[in-house]
């Protein structure tokens, strides 16, 4: 993202003030829709074949009405060509819908919000949560609840390294000492020595993601055969998204499973997905919020294919939203509120790796002190 451009172009609220604005006492009767975009300071510069920043923006949102408010987030993905003034923009453009509909009527308002913004997908993600949030508070239970799920069943989460020297590798490896799996970006010309470093301090179970970093099937299977002798669980998004055909012929050539990721926004993309991959990582923030992931994890499982849900990084709002469709899907990877050290919530906790759902209503989400 070309920041400076957009840093003229939007205000950035400090992310202190955010859960302190959103927690105070809304009055009964108001109806209000409200944005804003937070600037999210990452522990470490955060790299991957992608991209490498100190800090995110995302966009938060807050629905009130009936006393009531729901918190919602999206993180604008630059991959798909977004970024928080233009999620703001779009979100902003569809206030007076918002104010209109009964949100207990989720299904129909954030139908009719998909239709009335087109791409935009961390926005649509912002309006979906901040929706179903306050759903959640309405009815007084939480959302695992709205899908009926039960929140013992949550997977263990990975925690992500992001690219980096093979030292620094070494000491966020053992930095990542609580979490039994590891998730390990790659992608760039410095594979070996990345996987190397991590397991001179460790024998977990790892996963790896390429973010379409390696740009031939031939280049592809010799990395994903070696990363087998490293023990490797699995491979994410290893050659670039539009690169279908050569997905197959490599998935064809090695012996674990490969998630789409890059290559998987919607639910739309998973059945022309479905021999080439053995599963899907599902985001929010790609998926356009809960309703559009929980309709991805179906539609996958119904293909016989594994579920993934991962995150961008972000607050607690979206990881925790994210979590509660969790104890749906094979693997988790959300850990993007764990890596940012001004997060404005409390809300899913991580326990040896667990996730560990608030029963609170809603999302559940507490301000950070
Ligand atoms: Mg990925």
Redesign the pocket.
């Known amino acids: 993202m070309n920041r400076r451009r957009f840093l003229k172009t939007a205000s950035v609220a400090p992310a202190a003030a955010v859960a302190s604005d959103a927690f105070a006492a809304p009055q009964a009767g108001s109806a209000m829709f409200t944005s804003k975009i937070v600037r999210l300071n990452l522990q470490h510069t955060w790299t991957t074949t992608m991209s490498s920043s100190q800090y995110r923006d995302t966009l938060h949102t807050t629905l009130t009405r009936d006393g009531i408010t729901g918190h919602g987030e999206g993180a604008p993905i630059v991959r798909y060509h977004e970024d928080a003034a233009g999620a703001k923009s779009a979100v902003d453009g569809v206030h007076d819908l918002l104010l209109k509909q009964d949100p207990l009527h989720y299904s129909k308002l954030l139908a009719q919000v998909f239709q009335a913004i087109p791409g935009n997908w961390a926005g649509k993600a912002a309006i979906d949560i901040a929706v179903m949030d306050w759903v959640g508070q309405k009815l007084g239970v939480p959302i695992y609840t709205l899908f009926g799920l039960d929140p013992a069943d949550t997977p263990l989460t990975t925690f992500s390294i992001g690219i980096d020297t093979p030292e620094i590798t070494k000491q966020k490896t053992l930095e990542a000492a609580a979490y039994p799996v590891l998730k390990v970006k790659v992608g760039l010309a410095t594979d070996e020595p990345t996987i190397e470093a991590v397991r001179s301090v460790t024998r977990k179970p790892l996963r790896v993601?390429a973010?379409e970093g390696w740009k031939s099937k031939e280049e592809a299977v010799r990395k994903i055969n070696w990363l087998e002798t490293q023990g490797v669980e699995f491979i994410?998004?290893p050659l670039p998204a539009g690169m279908i055909e050569e997905q197959r012929w490599v998935r064809s050539r090695v012996h674990i499973p490969i998630i789409a990721?890059?290559a998987c926004q919607r639910a739309s993309d998973i059945p022309k997905l479905k021999d080439a991959f053995d599963g899907v990582?599902i985001k929010l923030d790609k998926s356009g919020g809960l309703l559009e992931a929980h309709r991805m994890i179906e539609i996958a499982k119904s293909l016989g294919m594994k579920t993934m849900l991962?995150c961008m990084i972000s607050s607690s709002v979206t990881v925790t939203a994210a979590a509660h469709l969790s104890p749906l899907v094979d693997f988790a990877d959300l850990d993007g509120n764990l890596l940012i050290s001004n997060d404005p919530f409390h809300g899913v906790r991580v326990d040896k790796g667990k996730l560990i759902l608030p029963s609170r209503p809603g999302l559940g989400l507490t301000p950070a002190k």
Do not use: P, R, T
């Open positions: 993601d973010n994410e998004q990721d890059e990582n991962g």
